[in-house]
């Protein structure tokens, strides 16, 4: 098989990256993120959440440990946001954050025959999920099978950008929905617990860990069975963005759920993961996009559920 013609590839520029480094940066981010830090090894990555004090998602990462760093990778429009909330928390913790997004140029690769495409652009390529490969010319991390994040210094990035033509972002954010990898944009921050988006079956949650920003809540949520949404993935046959309102048939007059990410499918409309109630949910009742009266969303499998 012709690798070079089954694989696709994009740059994405929605995607900023904010560095932690120092002494006490590993220190740092295990206080504050859902994740366990202290046991991230260089070759591996990691999904993690970021809540407020009330349990609440205020971004989702993929936490890179590179040398003396730790790259942490998030939508670029809550970049500068999250990185000015983030440092209030460091004190007097020798730690310095930095808005890394400039220094770096950010591919997506996907689909069969990629890592052979990689390795024949003379990367080194990781043997499993959420493992990471390092060289002076760049990181490659494996999200999933066949699906690779390659993050190249900026002065580099012409070595990869002609490949980027094959496919746009938007087909990469499709690939990440149908994986079931929610991210926070700034449509829906502060509106999430980790479990509604199903951090936890992502391994971005660690119940074992000590103290972090809202770590009571999202115990309370786990343990005492007190969630009442949840995350699912779904078609509709319109446009729908992050934010968006979900109305079921049974409670026309209250929103039942929030789009979390979307992306154009193929042959039209839209695919998603959004946040529903539970209850509706199990009684099946039609969940509809953006008004009683909407566009009716079709359930579809999820990888992790």
Known sequence: MDTKVSSSAAELQRLGLLSCSGDEARAF?????????????QDEARFAGWCSAKGRLLATFLVISHGNEFLLQLPREIAPAVAKRLSMFILRARVKLADAGEGWAQFGLWGSGAAGRLAGLGFAVPQAPMHTAHAKDGIVVQVAAEHFLVLVPAAQRARLAAMASAADEEAWALEEIRGGRPQVLLATQDQFVPQMVNLERLGAVDFKKGCYPGQEIVARTQYRGVLKRRMVRARVAAAAAAGDALFADGLP????????????????????????????????????LRSADGPALELLPLPCA
């Open 253 to 288: 007059g209250q929103a039942s759920g929030a789009v979390v990410n979307a992306a154009a499918a193929p042959g039209g409309g839209s695919e998603l993961l959004a946040v529903a109630q539970i209850s509706v949910l199990e009684s099946a009742q039609p969940l509809r």
């Open 29 to 41: 981010l295990h206080a504050q993120l859902t994740s366990d830090i202290t046991g991230l090894a």
